[in-house]
């Protein structure tokens, strides 16, 4: 019979949860992303660390602040200090940073060392607001620091009274020169002596305008690598790397993730979400009973329509393989002839990739491929749990014009029997997108259900499938999510 347009279910009440789409859906989903860009920034900040060489720092403090025994002396300061502190404290960095205070230092220090490779072991800077200045000097030990450092204090210091000393001179020569100037009087003369002995004594002292006010001591560790340090700005990295993966990863991955998500995504109300569970995976053990609830939903919401409409027959499809359909036409069936005394009859469609002969343990040399030969196809199941109503009819041996089969007569005749001698019939098709085996049977169906795998179909590829159905004439009446993530049932037993 001609199937009309079939008019989509009303969906059960949407599971309120967790949104997949939320940054902890996503974390949780990418997680191992994030963990493997964390554990490889911690690696690759472990061995950069490990491959560092270890640096030492150690600082000289140089205090310039005139004692004034010039002044004390002479009665008049032989350099004229500035108001501007800034200033003052700049004129101070640029006298200790001067090539021939490295040079000196140098030469203190003895053969390796040169100005050029010492300026890269300074760093020299005024401390805060004052009069101070630190030498740090970096070196592979902690008494190398300290020895460059307190070396160039040093070498300053010479360099400092070395020229303060040369203008105490310089002034005592003048002073000398003056005093055998015939025009001196006597007392002028006596004056002049008085200032030169002065002189004299404020040379052998030194005017001492800058002093060390803390040498540099070896340090106790080194300043460099910082294994802590790096560790933590490598997990962070490592931290941010991941996320930005994870959600450029979740970004271009179209898999649906939730049933909600294949609910919006496909426009088809949501008829059941069945869990992942090894439950499913042998009929004849009886565990799957714990498992019925999903089937025994979607039996309930194809059988008892709003509208009224009498659905006795349906076909389950997906996007592609490997999505459950079969899993789903099986046990559908099973909860639909599960303590009835209703016929239901299961067909297996699916001729190129069969699965219930060796599922249920029945001989698959007689099936729909064999049909038009003639021979009993159909088998009854006793699964011993009440459901000896339910008749399989197998793909049969393997054949190489699957389509050509299933738009047979015998086929098509078998389909359109079933409502006459079975109260419900279901059954299990190819995908549309990949063969076109299943689309003759499209039209001979009370209704068609498209079956989607969690984490496995694309929302793409449900939308394409249900448009190849639109084209057949068929709307999906709803959507069944296989391998959900299980939801706490409060009535479940």
Known sequence: MAMAPEQPLSAPPRETGGGTGTLGGIVRRRAWI??????????????????????????????????????QLTGVPLVNPSNDSAIESATNVGLVSQENVRVRAAARLGPGFTANSLKDQLKIEPEKKSDLVGIEASADTARGAAKIANSVAAAYLEIANDQ???????????VRTTISSKRMTKAQRKELRSALIKLNVLAALGPQYVQIAQPAVPPNKASSPKPLLNLLIGGLVGLVIGLALAFG???FDRRLRS???????????????VPRSKRLGNPRD????AEAEPFRQLASLLRHRADGRDIRSVLLV??????????????????????????????????RRPVFGTVLDLAGDEG????STGGEVVHDVDLGGGDDGLSVVLAGPPSSNPAGILESSAVLDLVRGSRDEYEFTVIDGPSPLLVSDVLPLVSEVDAVVVVARLGKDSGPEIRRLCVELERSGTVPVGIVAT??????NPYAR
């Open 286 to 289: 009886g565990a799957w009973h």
């Open 318 to 351: 997906a996007p592609g393989s490997g999505s459950g359909t079969s899993t789903v036409a099986l046990y559908l069936a099973l909860a639909v002839a599960e303590g009835s005394a209703e016929d239901v009859l299961l067909v297996e469609a699916n001729l």
């Open 34 to 71: 994030v963990v493997v860009a964390v554990l490889a920034a911690l690696a690759s900040a472990f061995i950069y660390t490990a491959l560092q060489p270890k640096t030492y720092k150690a600082t000289a403090t140089l205090l310039f602040r005139q004692l004034l025994l010039d002044v």
């Open 259 to 273: 049933p909600e998500e294949a609910e919006r995504e496909s426009g088809l109300p949501l008829l059941a979400s």
């Open 164 to 174: 303060a000393v040369s203008r105490i001179n310089a002034a005592a020569d003048r």
């Open 368 to 371: 729909l491929s064999t049909l």
């Open 249 to 251: 990863v979740e970004h």
């Open 483 to 488: 391998h959900a993530r299980r939801r706490k």
